[in-house]
C-alpha cells in the first residue's frame, strides 16, 4: 500500500512540475508549482521526515508562493510575448532535459543506490520524532557549521540595514518637529507692487 501511494504522489509531482514550465498563464504555473510543494511534502512524510514536509508547505507554500502568486497576479503580463519565444526554445529545452535526466538516473540510478547498495531502513516506532533526531545532529556534530550561518545571516541583516540608512547627500529631507513650530507669518510673505496701466495706444506691429 505505501508503495503505491509512493507512486501515485510521483506521478501527480512529474506532472505537475512538467505543467510549471509548459503552460502559458504564470498564474497557473504558480498553483502547479504549489501542487508541487505540496506532493513533495506527501512524499517526504512516506520517508518519515515530517519535519522537511511541514517547513516546505508552511515556508514555501505559504510564503513564498503565496508572494509570488499575488505579485504574478497584480503585474500586467503579455502573454503573448510569452507565446513567442516557446516554440523557438523548446528543442534546446529538451535537450538539456534529456542530459539532466540521463545524468540524474546514471548518478542516482539502481546501479549506485538500489536496494542491495541501501537496504530499506527499518520502520520506526509511534514515538519516532524526527524533529527530535535533526535537533540532536544539529546541535552536536553540526554546531560549528550551524553557529557559523547564523553569524554570516547577522552579518548580512546588518550590512543591509547599514546600507539602508547611510547618509545621502543628495538627498532632501525635513524634520517634523521643525514642521510643527514653524508658524504662518514664516511661511506666507505678501510683497507690496505699485499698480502699472498698460499702454494700449502702442500699435502690436510697432
Do not use: C
Request: neutral net charge; proline residues 4%.
Amino acid at each position: 500500500m505505501e508503495q503505491t501511494i509512493f507512486y501515485i504522489f510521483s506521478t501527480v509531482l512529474v506532472l505537475s512540475a512538467g505543467a510549471v514550465i509548459t503552460v502559458r498563464n504564470p498564474v497557473f504555473a504558480a498553483l502547479f508549482l504549489v501542487l508541487a510543494f505540496f506532493t513533495s511534502a506527501a512524499i517526504w512524510i512516506l520517508l518519515e521526515a515530517e519535519f522537511l514536509a511541514l517547513t516546505l508547505v508552511l515556508v514555501y507554500v505559504g510564503a513564498v508562493m503565496v508572494l509570488f502568486l499575488f505579485v504574478v497576479m497584480m503585474l500586467d503580463i503579455n502573454l503573448t510575448v510569452l507565446r513567442e519565444g516557446f516554440a523557438r526554445y523548446l528543442p534546446v529545452g529538451l535537450l538539456v532535459a534529456i542530459i539532466m535526466v540521463a545524468q540524474l538516473a546514471y548518478i542516482v540510478g539502481p546501479a549506485r543506490f538500489g536496494l542491495d547498495k541501501f537496504p530499506a531502513p527499518e520502520p520506526h516506532g509511534a514515538d519516532y520524532s524526527n524533529t527530535r533526531e535533526i535537533g540532536l545532529v544539529l546541535y552536536t556534530e553540526y554546531l560549528f557549521a550551524f553557529e557559523l550561518a547564523a553569524v554570516i545571516l547577522v552579518v548580512a541583516i546588518v550590512a543591509a540595514i547599514a546600507l539602508t540608512l547611510r547618509k545621502r547627500v543628495k538627498t532632501n529631507f525635513m524634520k517634523p518637529e521643525e514642521q510643527v513650530l514653524v508658524k504662518s507669518k514664516d511661511r506666507v510673505r505678501l510683497v507690496k507692487m505699485a499698480a502699472e496701466k498698460r499702454d494700449d495706444q502702442q500699435a502690436p506691429n510697432d
